[in-house]
Every structure is written in C-alpha cells, then in structure tokens.
C-alpha cells in the first residue's frame, strides 16, 4: 500500500486503508495521520473523520474525538 501512496500520493482510499491498518495494529498516531491525509483529499468523505474520532478517543483527546465525530455527521457529507 505504501508502493501505491508513493506512486500517486492523491490516492485516498490508500491513505485510508493505510490509517485502518495503522489503527488495528495500535498505531495510531501513524493511523492519525493517514485519516488526515485522506480527509484533505476527499473533504467530503464521512469515513476517515469517523475513525479520526476513534483514534482520537483512543488517545484520550475526548474534544478532538468530539469534533471529528460531529464532521462525520456533518449534513454536507451525506450528499
């Protein structure tokens, strides 16, 4: 998957799949970061702000949680 990044660095999905993978394995400042990538990517993508929270939450950042689950839900991005 990193292959795939570094060929085509606007691949969001990859940077998604690359942050699930970080975050089951427990790495989730690594995860933190993919999530990030892919949401300046794909701003209207509900996914990567979803488990942004979680990885958030996971860190004890309860507000940052917080806000990335109220984007998530945010009505612009179920259109």
Not at 44 to 56: H, K, L, Q
């Amino acid at each position: 998957m990193q292959e795939s990044i570094a060929l085509a660095p606007k691949l969001s999905f990859a940077h998604y799949n690359l942050g699930v993978a970080y975050q089951r394995l427990g790495i989730l400042e690594k995860a933190g970061k993919e999530f990030d990538l892919e949401m300046t990517i794909t701003p209207r993508e509900p996914w990567s702000y979803e488990n942004r929270g979680e990885v958030c939450l996971d860190l004890g950042q309860t507000d940052m949680s917080i806000k990335f689950y109220r984007e998530a839900l945010a009505p612009q991005r179920s259109q």
